[in-house]
């Protein structure tokens, strides 16, 4: 025997046969005796069964077949063993009538699954699978070994040091059956998954062939190593920390000055923006205005920054609110180097205390405190000028500079109202004032000493610095247009005397008529000397 052809590897069931092709090195004659034929040994699953020789009686050749019809009890798993040639009382002899050496035929026939499906078993593709992504596993039977499924059966899989299990999710009825598994949020292995236990688990479920062969559990695992999985998505750490940097602790937020927002996230996240989609942005509630902070910085660390710039309009004396990160359409990504998309939600910040005052601040009017009427010399007047939101004085007290008749001027003193919307002046009537309606002088008459301002903060390099200029004279909001204050320090005199021309004797009349220099009160007696020379 110089050789054995053995059948090829792959499935074999009930009624197919097992065929062998023993070669020789020179031209061998066979003859039978009898019924009885010439058989190769080959041993399946621990049964010998017998290949017997086809070729007939009186046939010379130097290769012969011999052939085995499988039965129901036949199994094997993926190998066979080939034994020796017995002869049964037949004869292979060259043409010299030496007997042949029928040594050389024994050994192992891999590959042979009989009356049994062991599947190939393969996996998804290499890569990174992020969370929400499934990771499969493929039994395939064999072309036309349709395989039924019940219950749930399933395949051990390890992502990094945890148990986890990918179980049936289709193929039923076919030859190919998928075991699946969906990236959980604690998942990580970035040094590929493992088959820890290359079987398939039943679970109580099931696992049968339409060709009742039986079915083969264990399987040789494919390599998963270069599977990678991270379903570890960014989060949002704590809340985010909301502050204003250009204004300061505990001062309402102007115009013009910016609102800042960290949001940090447990891993470093990149921002991605497809056109035409814009950056995310942060949703703010600034009283009852709806505003967006705009993204200006951190793609690529643990932190994104957020900043609003507060605009003229915008007003929130109780503080503001944070909404959720807003991505602004499907173009815009915020992720980790995996590929994770972050989980944006968090919980709100408290920012009752960042307060905007967003309303530009202004002198609204100047009005008497004092009663309407009219006041004579010594007479204390007072006045308020008024501004749209409190205001502070930096420096020494302003004067309002008042219109009252005289050549020289007039002011009133400031006797308080810092931070509040009302400065207070009072001054006292002096001789010689007069007005019938009173006013201050002009637009600047509310005047500031060198280096003095008025603010709308506390401290003298915050907030904003307000125009001290006053509604024009006997406007509106002048004096005289919110109040009806008459001066009269000046004393009545005589402007001019007439009397009717003429000669008078004894007991006549002569009438004079003295012309005043202002209204004076009735009832009071009035004289005057006369020269009659």
Same mark, same amino acid.
């Given at each position: 025997v110089t050789g054995v052809t053995t059948p090829p590897a792959g499935y074999y069931a009930t009624g197919d046969n097992l065929v062998f092709l023993v070669a020789f090195d020179d031209l061998v004659a066979y003859t039978a005796a009898g019924a009885a034929k010439a058989a190769l040994a080959v041993t399946i699953n621990g049964v010998v069964r017998q290949a017997e020789i086809v070729e007939g009686t009186g046939t010379s050749a130097t290769a012969f077949t011999f052939r085995y019809q499988l039965v129901a009890d036949d199994t094997a798993s993926g =190998? !066979?063993? %080939?034994?020796?040639?017995t002869l049964n009382g037949s004869a292979l002899r060259d043409a010299a009538g030496n007997d042949a050496d029928l040594s050389g035929t024994a050994g192992t026939v891999s590959g042979?699954?009989?009356?049994?499906?062991?599947?190939?078993?393969?996996?998804?593709?290499?890569?990174?699978?992020?969370?929400?992504?499934?990771?499969?596993?493929?039994?395939?039977?064999?072309?036309?070994? =349709? !395989?039924n %499924?019940?219950?749930?059966?399933?395949i051990e899989l390890t992502v990094g040091s945890t148990s986890r299990n990918a179980v049936y999710r289709r193929g039923a009825g076919t030859n190919s059956i998928v075991f699946a598994y969906e990236v959980q949020e604690a998942d990580v292995d970035l040094n590929g998954i493992g088959l820890p236990n290359p079987v398939i688990s039943l679970n109580g479920g099931g696992l049968s062939s339409a060709t009742n062969n039986v079915i083969d559990l264990a399987f040789a695992p494919p390599n998963v190593s270069g599977i990678l999985v991270d379903g570890d998505a960014p989060q949002v750490v704590g809340q985010p920390l909301v502050t204003t940097p250009e204004t300061p602790v505990g001062d309402p937020v102007p115009t013009g000055k910016p609102i800042r927002i960290a949001v940090a996230f447990d891993q470093a996240v990149t921002v991605t923006t497809t056109a035409p989609n814009t950056a995310p942005t942060l949703p703010l509630a600034i009283g009852a205005q709806n505003r967006s902070a705009t993204l200006v910085a951190g793609t690529g660390t643990n932190r994104l920054i957020f900043e609003y710039t507060v605009q003229s309009g915008d007003f929130a004396p109780n503080g503001i609110v944070v909404g959720q990160i807003a991505l602004n359409g499907n173009g815009s990504t915020v992720r980790d180097a995996s590929g994770n998309n972050a989980d944006l939600l968090f919980t709100p910040p408290t920012t009752n205390s960042i307060n905007v005052d967003g309303i530009t601040p202004r002198l609204t009017g100047v009005a008497g405190v004092t009663p309407d009427g009219a006041y004579?010399?010594?007479?204390?007047?007072?006045?308020?000028?008024?501004?749209?939101?409190?205001?502070?004085?930096?420096?020494s007290a302003p004067q309002l500079r008042l219109n009252v008749g005289t050549t020289a001027d007039r002011f009133a003193t400031y006797v308080g109202g810092s931070g509040t919307t009302g400065l207070r002046f009072r001054y006292i009537v002096q001789g010689g004032d007069f007005s019938e309606d009173l006013d201050y002088a002009d637009t600047a008459s509310l005047v500031l000493p060198a280096g003095s301002s008025l603010r709308d903060s506390v401290l003298a390099t915050a907030g904003s610095q307000l125009d001290p200029t006053l509604p024009p004279p006997r406007s509106v909001n002048s004096i005289s247009g919110t109040s009806q204050i008459v001066i009269n320090a000046v004393a009545p005199f005589i402007a001019n005397f007439t009397a009717n021309s003429g000669s008078y004797t004894t007991g006549e009349t002569v009438r004079i008529v003295a012309m005043l220099s202002q209204t004076v009160p009735a009832g009071q007696t009035f004289s005057i000397l006369l020269d009659t020379g």
């Open positions: =190998s !066979i063993t %080939v034994g020796q040639i042979i699954i009989i009356n049994r499906l062991t599947p190939t078993v393969t996996a998804s593709a290499d890569g990174m699978y992020l969370r929400g992504q499934t990771i499969e596993i493929t039994a395939d039977f064999g072309v036309g070994n =349709s !395989i %499924v019940t219950g749930a059966p399933s004579n010399a010594g007479e204390l007047i007072e006045l308020e000028v008024q501004f749209s939101v409190p205001v502070y004085i930096h420096g």
